[in-house]
RNA sequence: GGGCGGUUAGCUCAGCGGUAGAGCACUACGUUGACAUCGUAGGGGUCACUGGUUCGAUCCCAGUACCGCCCA
C-alpha cells in the first residue's frame, strides 16, 4: 500500500544511488541505435549550485531522459571547468585565512599550483553532487576537466590545448602583439571583454585649459542651431573635459572632430599638457578624427592611447605615441629614467625628430617625480589639486559615469597597453558564421542567431593570455633576444631554438596561462578523446545541441563553433537551445549582492527536485524569462501529490500494472476514450519535447493528469469499481493500471523521481517490475488509440454531467440533495448514450434519478443544448428569480452570438471568400444556438406562468 | 547612439488570422473511502494606443507610448 504522499527527502537519494549502481546514466553505446549527445556547459570547478544552473540541466536531463527512453544512444557528458582566476582566488584566500606566513608569492608557482590541485581534488567541484540531487543522469564516469588529470603528464586534455595552440600558431592565427586590454589590478591579468562589467557611478568631469603653444590665440566662435553667434572670444587655450586626469600625463594628442568650426584654426597647432613640472611640459598636436562628439562635453577630447578603448583606436588612426602612466598594480610608474629625460624624448617624438618603437615608446616614463608611485586616484587628486593651483580648472561637473569593473575582483578595470598572445577570432569567426547562416546549427528560438551574428561580425582578436599561475600554461618559450619558439613541449622548442641560433641556448617558457574559455571552447571533442580519433568522438560528435542561457551565446556557443569547425571540420552541435533567465518574483535578475537569490537546493529539500524540475519546464516557455516563485513551486509539488494519489487510488482499487494492452481488448466507452485521450497527451508530448516546448509538453502532462485522468477518469470508474460487473472491473482494472504506467514513463524525464518510485511500489507480486521505469520505451502511440466514437460519447457525458453541476450550483441547490433529471428529445444515439452512463451521470452529478422521456416534467428547470433538453426537477427548491436570472443571462449571450454571426453571414465578402467549412461551422452555430435559444425562452414563458 | 524583446484576467504567463486561455489569487458551496498539498461552481479581459492589409486582426505590417535586457 501505498503511503499517504510522497516523501522526496527520503526517496530521492535512494533512487538516485540505484539508477547509478546500475549503470542507467552510461551510454548504451549502440552503434546501431542513432546517437545523442550533449555535452554539459561546464560549471566552473569553484562554482555552487544557482538558478540558472538549476533550470539550464533539468532542460537537459529532461532530453537526455526522452531521448534514451525513445532508444537512442545517449551520453550526456558532465564536466567542469578549471575557471583561473576564480580557482586562483579561493585558494589565495584559504591560504590568507589560514594565518600562517604562506601566501601565493611566498609558495612559488609550482606549490601553490599543487595547493589548488589539492583543493580541487578535495573540495572543488561539489556542484557536481548538487546537480545529483536534481536528477541530473549524466555520464558521471566519463566526467572531464579543463585541466585535465594532475599526476598524468600526456594527459589528453592538456594535449588538446597544446596541439589547439601550437597548431593555431603555426597557422599564422595566433600571435603575440601589444594591444590594449582590460586589466584587472586586483588580479594583476588582463580579463576578457565580457568579464568586465560596466556600471553607471557618480563621477566627475574637470574641464581644464590647455594652453596653445607660444602664446597664441585665435578666435572662438559658439552658434546656434540657426547659425546665429551666441558666444565669441579670444582664446588662448582649448578645453577639454576629462573624466580621468591622471592619465593627462600620457596624451598624446587633442583630436576634434574634422567638421568643428570652432576649432578649425588652431588644428595642427601645438597645446601644452597643463601638469608636471613647467619647464619640462610636453606639447602635443591638435589633430582631427571622426571620434570627438563635437556635442559631447567641449568637442575636444584628449588622447591617451594606453589607457582608454577609444583614444587607443585615435592614437592607432593617427599615429598617435600611447605611453603607459601605470604598473601592474594601477600605480603609477616608478621604473624608467627621470621625468626630464622621458619628457625630452617625448618632445622629439612628437616633434618628429625621432622614431620610436612602440617598445621604447612603452619604456618611456612620463610620470612627474612627484606622482611616481601614487595610486591612480591619488594621483588623480594631486594632479586636480596642481592644475586648479595653477588657475587652469574651468569647472568641475558632476554627472553619471560610466566605469568597467572586474566582475571577479570588484575593482575598476584599468585599460592599459602589454603584450598578449590573441586568436585572430575575427578568422576564425567566419566559418562560424557561416555554418548558421546555412543552417547547419540552428538557434532556438531563431532570433538569437541575431545576437551571434552581430557579436560575430564586430568580433575582437581574442586576448587568451592571463598572468595567473592556474591553468594551462602557455607552450611558448623565448630565446635571450626575445625570439619565441611555439613548440608542444620544451623538447621540442629547444630544439627549435638551437637550430635557430646554431647552438644549444637557454630557454625561458612564457610565464602566462591561457584564458579557461580556450580551453572549454574545445570541450565537445576534447572531451571525446581529441587528438585521438576515438570511437566515441565518432559516436558522439558533433552534439545533438548545446543548451545555455543568451548570456552565454558569446562564451560558449561562440567559442565552441569557432573551435569546433577549425579542428573537427564539423560543427559542434546541430542545434542551440537558448533558454531563460531565472528571475526573482519581480522580474530583478537574482544576485547575491542584491538579496534576491533563491538557492536551489533549499527549494528541493523543501518541495522536491520533481517540484522544482516540474516548475522550470512549465515556465520554459521560448523566448521569455522565468520569473521564479515558492508559490509556484509548492503547486507544482502538489502537482506530484496528485498523481501520487491517483495512483493509490489505483492501488487501493486493485488495478493491475505491469502488463500490455491492446486497443481491441477495450469495451467500455470509458475506457477506450482514456486510451484515446493518453494517445493525444502522448503524442502532443513527445511532439513538444522533439521542438524544445518544454512548457507545451509539461502543461500537456499536466491537464491530463489532473484534468482528465483525476478529475474525469477516476471519477467515472468509481461507480464501476463499486458494481457488480465483474467483466466491466476487471477491463477497468487492466486498463487504469495500464493508463497510470504510461503516464508514468511520459511524465518521467519532469520528475524522475516520484515517478520512478510510484513505478517502483505499484508493481505487483504476481508481475514484478523487471527494469527501472528510467529505462522503459517511450509511448509511442501513434493514433492506435484513436476512438471516434468513444470519444463523442463520452465528450456528451462530460458536458451533460457539467452542466447539471453548474445549474445546481448557480440554482443554489443543496450540494447533497439527490435530485430527478431527465433527458427529453435526444437522438437514439445520446439516448443510448445516456442508457449506458446512467449510473455514472447520477453519481457525478449527484442525481436521485437520470431517465430518458419524452415528456418535459412540469416543474422543472430546463438546461437546453441544441435538440435535446435536460429537466431538473427542482423548480419546488429554487428560488424562481434565481432561475429567471439564470435563463435571462443564458439567453443574453446567445441572442448577443447569434446576432454577431448573423452579420458575418450576411456579408457576402465572408460568404465569398471564408473557407467554406469556416462559413458552414458558423450557420451550424446560428441553427444550433436559436434552437437552444427557444427552449430556454419557453422555458421561461412557463416559469413566469407559474409565479 | 546601435540591437533585441515585452505590453493579453488582480498577479505570473500561454496562445498568435476564424466564438479570448491556464495557474495562482478571489467568491460561494462542499469532508462523497485517492487526494483539504482536495473537490464543485462562479466572478473577472475595448488582448497598450493609432493607422494599414484582410471577408475577418489579440495574432500580420507601419508608426506612437511606456517597460526591460544586451552592446557602444
Known amino acids: 500500500m501505498l503511503d499517504q504522499r510522497f516523501d522526496p527527502q527520503s526517496a530521492e537519494g535512494r533512487i538516485y544511488e540505484r539508477w547509478e549502481e546500475a549503470g542507467c546514466f552510461r551510454p548504451s553505446g549502440d552503434t546501431s541505435a542513432q546517437a545523442y549527445s550533449i555535452v554539459i556547459p561546464p560549471p566552473n570547478v569553484t562554482g555552487v549550485l544557482h538558478m540558472g544552473h538549476a533550470l539550464n540541466n533539468t532542460l537537459q536531463d529532461i532530453l537526455v531522459r526522452f531521448e534514451r527512453m525513445r532508444g537512442k544512444n545517449v551520453r550526456w557528458q558532465p564536466g567542469t571547468d578549471h575557471a583561473g582566476i576564480a580557482t586562483q582566488m579561493v585558494v589565495e584566500r584559504q591560504l590568507a585565512e589560514a594565518g600562517g606566513n604562506e601566501s601565493r608569492t611566498s609558495l612559488g608557482r609550482e606549490k601553490f599550483i599543487d595547493r589548488v590541485w589539492e583543493w580541487k581534488e578535495q573540495s572543488g567541484g561539489q556542484i557536481i553532487n548538487q546537480l545529483k540531487r536534481l536528477g541530473a543522469s549524466c555520464d558521471w564516469e566519463n566526467e572531464r576537466f579543463t585541466m585535465g588529470d594532475r599526476h598524468n603528464p600526456d594527459d589528453q586534455m592538456q594535449e588538446a590545448v597544446r596541439k589547439v595552440f601550437v597548431d593555431l600558431y603555426n597557422e599564422g592565427l595566433i600571435y603575440r602583439d601589444k594591444r590594449l586590454v582590460n586589466w584587472d589590478p586586483h588580479f594583476q591579468t588582463a580579463i576578457s571583454d565580457l568579464e568586465v562589467e560596466n556600471r553607471d557611478v557618480k563621477g566627475h568631469m574637470w574641464h581644464f585649459k590647455y594652453p596653445l603653444a607660444g602664446g597664441e590665440t585665435y578666435t572662438y566662435v559658439e552658434k546656434d542651431e540657426d547659425g546665429n553667434v551666441t558666444l565669441e572670444e579670444e582664446r588662448d587655450y582649448i578645453s577639454i573635459a576629462t573624466t580621468r586626469p591622471e592619465t593627462m600625463l600620457g596624451d598624446g594628442a587633442v583630436a576634434v572632430h574634422p567638421d568643428d568650426e570652432r576649432y578649425a584654426p588652431i588644428v595642427g597647432k601645438l597645446c601644452e599638457i597643463p601638469v608636471g613640472p613647467k619647464e619640462h611640459r610636453r606639447l602635443i598636436p591638435i589633430i582631427t578624427d571622426d571620434y570627438p562628439d563635437p556635442d559631447f562635453g567641449s568637442g575636444a577630447v584628449k588622447i591617451t592611447g594606453a589607457h582608454d578603448e577609444n583614444d587607443y583606436g585615435v592614437a592607432q588612426r593617427n599615429k598617435i605615441p600611447m605611453y603607459r602612466l601605470m604598473d601592474d598594480r594601477a600605480q603609477m610608474r616608478t621604473d624608467g629614467g627621470s621625468y626630464e629625460a622621458a619628457a625630452s624624448k617625448a618632445k622629439a617624438i612628437a616633434a618628429g625628430e625621432v622614431t620610436a618603437s612602440a617598445a621604447e615608446v612603452d619604456a618611456l616614463n612620463l610620470v612627474p617625480e612627484a606622482y611616481r608611485g601614487l595610486d591612480r586616484y591619488e594621483a588623480r587628486k594631486q594632479v586636480v589639486a596642481d592644475i586648479d593651483a595653477d588657475g587652469l580648472m574651468i569647472e568641475i561637473e558632476e554627472k553619471l559615469i560610466t566605469q568597467p569593473f572586474g566582475d571577479r575582483s570588484g575593482v575598476v578595470i584599468e585599460p592599459m597597453l602589454t603584450d598578449q598572445w590573441f586568436v585572430k577570432a575575427e578568422e576564425l569567426a567566419k566559418p562560424a558564421v557561416e555554418a548558421v547562416r546555412s543552417g547547419e546549427t540552428k538557434f532556438v528560438p531563431e532570433n538569437w542567431a541575431k545576437t551571434y551574428y552581430n557579436w560575430m561580425d564586430n568580433i575582437q582578436p581574442w586576448c587568451i593570455s592571463r598572468q595567473l599561475w592556474w591553468g594551462h600554461r602557455i607552450p611558448a618559450w623565448f630565446g635571450p633576444d626575445g625570439t619565441i619558439f611555439v613548440a608542444h613541449d620544451e623538447t621540442a622548442a629547444q630544439a627549435k631554438a638551437d637550430g635557430h641560433y646554431g647552438k644549444p641556448t637557454e630557454l625561458v ?142 492501488e487501493m482499487n486493485g488495478c493491475e500494472f505491469g502488463h500490455a494492452l491492446t486497443p481491441g481488448e477495450l469495451k467500455l466507452p470509458l475506457n477506450r476514450w482514456i486510451a484515446a485521450e493518453l494517445g493525444k497527451a502522448a503524442g502532443a508530448i513527445t511532439e513538444a519535447l522533439e521542438a524544445y516546448k518544454f512548457n507545451e509538453a509539461a502543461d500537456a502532462l499536466y491537464q491530463f493528469i489532473w484534468n482528465v485522468l483525476c478529475d474525469w477518469y477516476i471519477e467515472l470508474i468509481k461507480p464501476v469499481m463499486n458494481g457488480e460487473d465483474e467483466t466491466a472491473k476487471a477491463e477497468t482494472r487492466k486498463t487504469c493500471g495500464w493508463v497510470i504506467d504510461q503516464t508514468l514513463k511520459l511524465l518521467h524525464p519532469f520528475t524522475p523521481f516520484v515517478t520512478e518510485a510510484l513505478w517502483e511500489q505499484t508493481e505487483d507480486e504476481s508481475r514484478a517490475r523487471e527494469d527501472f521505469l528510467m529505462v522503459q520505451d517511450w509511448p509511442a502511440f501513434g493514433d492506435a488509440w484513436a476512438n471516434a466514437e468513444a470519444e463523442a460519447e463520452m465528450a456528451w457525458v462530460l458536458d451533460t454531467v457539467s452542466e447539471i453541476r453548474s445549474t445546481r450550483s448557480v440554482l443554489n441547490v443543496p450540494a447533497g440533495a439527490q435530485i430527478s433529471a431527465s433527458l427529453i428529445g435526444a437522438s437514439d444515439k445520446v439516448k443510448a448514450w445516456a442508457k449506458e452512463n446512467e449510473t455514472p451521470i447520477k453519481q457525478l452529478a449527484r442525481l436521485g434519478s437520470f431517465t430518458v422521456t419524452e415528456d418535459k416534467p412540469a416543474r422543472a428547470v430546463t438546461i437546453a443544448s441544441g435538440d435535446e433538453t435536460v429537466a431538473l426537477e427542482i423548480l419546488d427548491v429554487i428560488d424562481p428569480a434565481a432561475e429567471i436570472a439564470r435563463l435571462d443571462k443564458e439567453m443574453g449571450k446567445l441572442q448577443k452570438d447569434i446576432t454577431g454571426t448573423e452579420k458575418k453571414l450576411a456579408n457576402e465578402n465572408f460568404v465569398a471568400k471564408a473557407p467554406p467549412e469556416i462559413v458552414e461551422e458558423n450557420r451550424e452555430r446560428v441553427t444550433e444556438w436559436t434552437a437552444t435559444l427557444a427552449k430556454l425562452s419557453s422555458a421561461r414563458e412557463q416559469l413566469a406562468s407559474f409565479s
Open 509 to 650: 617558457q612564457d610565464e602566462d596561462v591561457l584564458d579557461t574559455w580556450f580551453s572549454s571552447a574545445l570541450w565537445p571533442f576534447s572531451t571525446q578523446g581529441w587528438p585521438e580519433e576515438t570511437e566515441a568522438l565518432k559516436q558522439y560528435y558533433p552534439t545533438s545541441v548545446l543548451i545555455t542561457a543568451h548570456d552565454i551565446i558569446f562564451f560558449w556557443v561562440a567559442r565552441m563553433m569557432m573551435m569546433g569547425i577549425h579542428f573537427m571540420d564539423e560543427v559542434p552541435f546541430h542545434d542551440v537551445y537558448i533558454h531563460a533567465l531565472v528571475l526573482d518574483e519581480k522580474g530583478q535578475k537574482m544576485s547575491k549582492s542584491k538579496g534576491n537569490a533563491m538557492d536551489p537546493l533549499e527549494l528541493v529539500d523543501e518541495y522536491g527536485a520533481d517540484a522544482l524540475r516540474f516548475t522550470f519546464a512549465r515556465l520554459a516557455a521560448q523566448g521569455r524569462n522565468i520569473r521564479l516563485s515558492k508559490g509556484a513551486v509548492e503547486g507544482y509539488r502538489n502537482f506530484t501529490t496528485k498523481l501520487w494519489n491517483a495512483a493509490r487510488f489505483a
